[in-house]
């Protein structure tokens, strides 16, 4: 390995970014691996994992209606027949490709918020998905549900902490943002970290900011040495969602200090060949999901997990002509976990009873907002998501 130019690599700022260094709203690996050993999170505290599902996935091809005629009427060929889903009840069932879903209903730790939406929906990818993550849906506001939180309640990044290079809206606040951890983030390698110890050397010639960036890297020489038992998890090529929760997971069994992750999942504007692609999509949810609360089901800080998975819209209750849905509003919400009390919450909308070929809303959004912050986070919900919500009942 060539021999680092000290003084070079220090005011080569582009290198200290890509190695994590620089970037306020940035987190390391080796930041939580310190955290977890010297502020963990308290036992008892609840873990809330929010899963953003992009692109409006079809609620009704998910949790389906397959005792209703008028969903096969509407989808003559895009429907599921009665002996293909995973019954729930007489009346609705789980898309075929949800089998850790299922047996998550079967053990009553899986709700299903029927209906969810908010006033005047609007079909904008973009547009709804701010809603749905500034819980703001009356005019467009900068802030996110999440940000507003850290703002109200204190500044450590570390509380929230979205996977991904990318923060979402969600977890923006007006003062505050939540910590973005990539997940190819790793731990240096034994030959990276030997060179860089290097840099810890005092240097009587150093500038003042010079002087500052080698302190820190002694400190991080020290935390380093002292906190080496947190591993990363193996990667999961084939399944995104899969690597981010077995990140999460990882960082919960360590006690690392956060209350509230971000994951996500794309691909779901099914516009044309739906069946297919859904059902790919649903059953890489359900294996990273039903994987990740059996994992978190194994560990004492398991019992205080709850995830949440939400997409911006439903689709439309008619088939278009490339058997595909087109952007609609209300579809179901999913929250799954220890504390759960298990089964349907809210209206099923009526397939014939339509906003024009809309389902129509049953459950505010900011409710369910509203009972995660008050019973999961264990905060005043009123600052993220506005007076006038209310618990729902999903948490014993």
């Known amino acids: 390995m060539p021999e680092f130019n000290r003084r070079n690599f220090l005011v080569g700022s582009s290198v200290l970014g890509?190695?994590?260094?620089?970037?306020?709203?940035?987190?390391?690996?080796?930041?939580?691996?310190?955290?977890?050993?010297?502020?963990?999170?308290a036992a008892g505290s609840g873990v809330?994992?929010?899963?953003?599902?992009?692109?409006?996935?079809?609620?009704?091809n998910t949790v389906i209606p397959y005792a209703d005629s008028a969903y096969h009427a509407a989808r003559p060929e895009l429907s599921y027949?009665?002996?293909?889903?995973?019954?729930?009840?007489?009346?609705?069932?789980?898309?075929?490709?949800?089998?850790?879903?299922?047996?998550?209903?079967?053990?009553?730790?899986?709700?299903?918020?029927?209906?969810?939406?908010?006033?005047?929906?609007?079909h904008s990818h973009f547009r709804s998905m701010d809603i749905w993550q500034t819980a703001a849906p009356d005019e467009p506001v900068?802030?996110?549900?999440?940000?507003?939180?850290?703002?109200?309640?204190?500044?450590?990044?570390?509380?929230?902490v979205s996977i991904g290079p990318v923060l979402p809206q969600l977890a923006i606040g007006a003062k505050y943002t939540?910590?973005?951890?990539?997940?190819?983030?790793?731990?240096?390698?034994?030959?990276?970290?030997?060179?860089?110890?290097?840099?810890?050397?005092?240097?009587?010639?150093?500038?003042?900011?010079?002087?500052?960036?080698?302190a820190g890297y002694g400190a991080d020489e020290a935390v380093l040495?002292?906190?080496s038992t947190i591993e990363p998890p193996a990667k999961s090529p084939d399944n995104p969602?899969?690597?981010?929760?077995?990140?999460?997971?990882?960082?919960?069994?360590?006690g690392v200090p956060t209350q509230v992750y971000s994951v996500s999942l794309g691909g779901f504007d099914t516009h044309a060949d739906e069946r297919r692609t859904q059902q790919q999509l649903l059953g890489r949810l359900d294996t990273a999901v039903s994987g990740f609360l059996a994992d978190m089901a194994t560990h004492p800080r398991g019992r205080d997990v709850v995830l949440l998975?939400?997409?911006?819209?439903?689709?439309?209750?008619?088939?278009?002509?490339?058997?595909?849905?087109d952007h609609g509003t209300a579809g179901p919400v999913f929250v799954a976990g220890a504390p759960i009390r298990g089964g349907f919450y809210g209206d099923e909308p009526g397939l014939t009873d339509l906003d024009n070929g809309d389902l129509k809303t049953t459950v505010d959004f900011r409710d369910v907002y509203h009972e995660l912050l008050h019973k999961v986070v264990a905060t005043d919900p009123g600052p993220a998501v506005g007076q006038g919500r209310r618990d729902i009942g999903l948490i014993a």
């Open 18 to 41: 890509a190695l994590g260094v620089l970037g306020a709203a940035g987190v390391t690996w080796d930041e939580l691996h310190h955290r977890a050993a010297t502020t963990p999170l």
């Open 48 to 60: 809330l994992v929010l899963l953003t599902l992009y692109g409006g996935n079809d609620g009704i």
């Open 81 to 122: 027949q009665p002996e293909e889903v995973l019954r729930l009840d007489e009346q609705l069932g789980l898309n075929p490709a949800m089998k850790g879903f299922a047996q998550l209903w079967q053990q009553h730790n899986l709700a299903i918020v029927r209906g969810v939406g908010y006033p005047r929906p609007d």
């Open 142 to 160: 900068n802030s996110g549900w999440i940000g507003r939180w850290l703002d109200a309640t204190g500044g450590d990044p570390i509380r929230a």
């Open 178 to 214: 939540a910590a973005a951890l990539d997940p190819a983030s790793a731990p240096l390698s034994a030959e990276m970290a030997a060179a860089l110890s290097g840099l810890a050397t005092v240097d009587p010639h150093d500038s003042a900011a010079q002087a500052l960036v080698c």
């Open 225 to 227: 040495q002292a906190f």
């Open 241 to 254: 969602l899969q690597a981010q929760l077995d990140l999460v997971g990882t960082c919960i069994k360590a």
């Open 309 to 325: 998975a939400y997409s911006e819209f439903g689709r439309r209750v008619a088939a278009n002509a490339s058997q595909g849905t």
